[in-house]
Each structure stands twice: as structure tokens, then as C-alpha cells.
């Protein structure tokens, strides 16, 4: 069967992630609005194929051979910003900066901690995503979620919420949120948010080809209470390089491209760091990063 109007064949997907690695996409859409959305989630649902989605690609690694599916990218109308009263709504595809950004503007307080984390709103409610104390499910109040059936609003409980994921399935895609926040003077929403801006630049590398944290920080008590960027830093994992990819100088949890990396070469310097951790702490890290497509992990990957 053909696909829908507007579907893209080999589409390279590296041009849509931060960390600029990785092959096509066998078919690929920019989707304006739940009924296309549900359109593409169907055809895909009949061909067997699965289904994808990349936001502001800054939290993705997409393996060298590409994905074998179809991969969204939501546009247009899915990618709004608007306020009624003290409830913000905003597009799945919607910058969550953006969204934080203007939430301050209009003097609405509780989406601050939004600014340092550079994805969609869509990709944001499915990792759960948190920073500097903020974490979404506070001030989270509905989203709409399209599937090959259609879409439907669900409420946060609804929504498996854990560290770093949800329970959304692989062929569900949000599509908008609301947030309930709480009315305030925007100058001093602007104050919070610039001061956690100012944190995050002290903290992380900037202006440089990367996906973000590489490795979630451990719960294992032999971390005693070390980030994973304080333990890569006391392995030795601060600039560690394999072909094209390294850990940043300046902070060891971030993974930059420095030239024409491959998601081969990404993944060989994340296994070299992990072991240096283990075998310095005993810890185990596991990768923050969401990969996309057949992603062929080292074969030293694994920890004894």
C-alpha cells in the first residue's frame, strides 16, 4: 500500500539529532495534526512497520544503518504555545524552552525548570522529564495521545510515570499538554529561569555537537552519592576518545562529535567509560541517551 501524502523515503536522520550520527529513516512525515498523525500511526500499524519519533533530537542516538520504520516529526499545529487563564497548553512538538519561555512572559510560575531541557514537550512527557529539582508530573495536568485508533486525553496517573520513562507505547505519540501553573510576576519567573539557565551553562558543555547526558546518575550506594559526571571525572573518562566521538573536556557526561563521528564510534567511547567506572567503583552506569533503530552495542558492553 502506498503511504499517505507527504511521507519521505530515506530520509537522513542525522541532520534532525544534536549529535549529528547515523543513517535514514525508511520513510519519514512532519505531521500537522492529530487526524494525520492518526493517518500515519494506521498505515504504519498495517504495514508492520514500526514507528518512531524525534523531537528536538537532543536526547537521541540513531543507529548507523538507520530506522526501518516510519519517523515522525510533528510540525505546525502540534507545535503551539498558547495560555488559557493559568493553564498553559502546548503542542507535543513544542520546544519545552519555548514553552518555559513563554510561561515567564505571561507571568506564570511552575514550568521554569523547563528551560534547561532541550527537547519537545511530546518527548518531555514521555522521559519524565526533570531538572534542577523541577520535575513534570508536578505541574503536568493532560495530554492528548494519538494512536492508530485515534486520540484521547489522559491524565498524568494514567500515564506510568517513572524515572526517566513512562508507559507509553511504541506506536503512541502526545501530541499536546497542558500544564496547571500558578499566576506570579513575570520578573521574577524571568529571575528563576535565568538563574537556572546560568547553572546549566556553568554545568554543561555548550555549542558543540552532543546528545546531552550520556549516563543516568546511579542509585548503587558504592556511588555514595556521586553524579555520573563526578564518577567518569574521578575514572579518568574526561576527554576520552574513539574515532570521532569523545567525552567532553569540560564535563565527562556529555559525549560531543568532534568531527564526523559514527554512532559506532559514540557507542565505543560510552562502553570504554563505563568500564573505567566499574572497574574503579564497582558502579554500573546505564545510558540516559534513547537510541533509535537496530543499535549494535560493543560486544565489551556488558560488565562481568
Same mark, same amino acid.
Given at each position: ?16 539529532t #544534536? +549529535? ?8 519519514? %512525515?512532519?505531521?500537522?495534526?492529530? &487526524? @494525520? =498523525?492518526? !493517518?500515519l ?7 508492520g ?13 540513531v543507529?548507523d ?8 516529526k510533528?510540525?505546525?499545529?502540534l507545535?503551539?504555545i498558547?495560555?488559557e ?9 513544542a520546544?519545552?524552552?519555548?514553552a ?19 527537547? #519537545? +514537550? ?8 526533570n %531538572?534542577?529539582g523541577?520535575?513534570? &508530573? @508536578? =505541574?503536568? !495536568? ?25 508507559a507509553?507505547g511504541e506506536h ?6 497542558t500544564?496547571?501553573l ?56 574526561? &576527554? ?5 566521538a ?34 574503579r ?8 541517551v534513547?537510541?533509535?533503530g ?11
Amino acid at each position: 500500500m502506498s503511504p499517505p501524502a507527504g511521507v519521505e523515503r530515506d530520509f537522513p536522520l542525522s541532520r534532525l539529532t #544534536t +549529535v549529528r550520527a547515523g543513517g535514514s529513516a525508511d520513510f519519514f %512525515a512532519r505531521p500537522e495534526s492529530d &487526524g @494525520e =498523525v492518526v !493517518e500515519l500511526l494506521g498505515w504504519a500499524s498495517r504495514e508492520g512497520l514500526p514507528v518512531g519519533v524525534v523531537g528536538s533530537g537532543s536526547n537521541l542516538l540513531v543507529s548507523d544503518d538507520g530506522f526501518r520504520g516510519l519517523v515522525l516529526k510533528l510540525a505546525g499545529e502540534l507545535t503551539r504555545i498558547e495560555r488559557e487563564e493559568s493553564t498553559l497548553i502546548a503542542g507535543g512538538g513544542a520546544r519545552l524552552p519555548s514553552a518555559a519561555a513563554k510561561a515567564a512572559g505571561w507571568g506564570l510560575a511552575g514550568l521554569e525548570f523547563g528551560v534547561n531541557i532541550p527537547g #519537545t +514537550v511530546g518527548g518531555a512527557v514521555r522521559m519524565n522529564a526533570n %531538572a534542577y529539582g523541577g520535575e513534570l &508530573g @508536578e =505541574v503536568l !495536568e493532560g495530554v492528548t495521545v494519538c494512536s492508530a485508533g485515534g486520540s484521547e486525553r489522559r491524565r498524568p496517573e494514567e500515564l506510568g510515570f517513572r524515572y526517566r520513562g513512562s508507559a507509553l507505547g511504541e506506536h503512541e505519540v502526545v501530541t499536546a499538554a497542558t500544564f496547571a501553573l500558578t499566576t506570579a510576576d513575570p520578573a521574577r519567573v524571568k529571575e528563576t529561569m535565568g538563574e537556572m539557565r546560568r547553572r546549566r551553562r556553568e554545568a554543561q558543555p555548550s555549542g558543540i555537537k552532543t546528545f546531552g547526558s550520556t549516563f543516568m546518575n546511579p542509585e548503587d550506594p558504592r556511588a555514595e552519592g556521586r553524579t555520573a559526571g563526578q564518577l567518569l571525572d574521578a575514572a579518568g573518562a574526561r &576527554g576520552l576518545a574513539v574515532g570521532g566521538a569523545r567525552l567532553s573536556p569540560e564535563h565527562a557526561n556529555f559525549v560531543e562529535n568532534t568531527g564526523e563521528a559514527t554512532t559506532s564510534d559514540i557507542l565505543a567511547v560510552m562502553a570504554a567509560a563505563r568500564h573505567r567506572v566499574h572497574e574503579r567503583f564497582g558502579v554500573v552506569l546505564e545510558p540516559e541517551v534513547q537510541v533509535l533503530g537496530d543499535v549494535r552495542w560493543p560486544d565489551d558492553w556488558e560488565l562481568a
